[in-house]
């Protein structure tokens, strides 16, 4: 844990990586509580695959604050949905769930330089 910001009701938690990036996580005032957050505390990030946002354009606005830059490692592809495993540094990976058909569309293979978008909100922590 690098930063807690409390809110009036939520806080804001960012969390250093492995690799170095900062992700940035919004939970509730009284769960920063129950789990006794503090500063330098090593914690686990959980995010539902299917909530994490794939770009391969370097210039775009969006309003998600948690945008990890990567390389596609692995695709695991079905018929409708696809797997994608993003190598974000440092041993730290992002798994993605999206349409095969946004695969295609987007040209999407391995080796692929990506961004992985997350909400603040997607993002559970826990010990």
């Known amino acids: 844990v690098q930063d807690i910001v409390l ?4 806080a804001q938690i960012s969390l250093k990586l492995k690799s ?3 992700l ?6 009284s769960a920063v509580q129950n789990l006794g957050l503090e ?3 090593e914690v686990v990030a959980v995010i539902k695959s299917s ?4 770009s391969n354009q370097s210039e775009f606005k969006i309003s ?3 945008i990890l830059k990567g390389e596609i490692e692995q695709i695991n592809q079905s018929k409708v949905n696809s797997e994608v495993i993003i190598n974000i540094g440092n041993e730290d990976k992002v798994v993605a769930v999206i349409t095969t058909e946004s695969i295609n569309n987007m040209k999407l293979e391995v ?9 603040e909100s997607d993002i559970m922590i826990g010990r």
């Open 20 to 22: 170095g990036n900062i």
């Open 24 to 29: 940035t996580s919004t939970i509730t005032n």
């Open 111 to 119: 080796g692929s330089k990506v961004d992985a978008i997350i909400k």
């Open 64 to 66: 998600a604050r948690n």
């Open 51 to 54: 909530n994490v946002l794939i």
């Open 7 to 10: 809110g009036e009701v939520n």
């Open 39 to 41: 500063l330098f505390d």
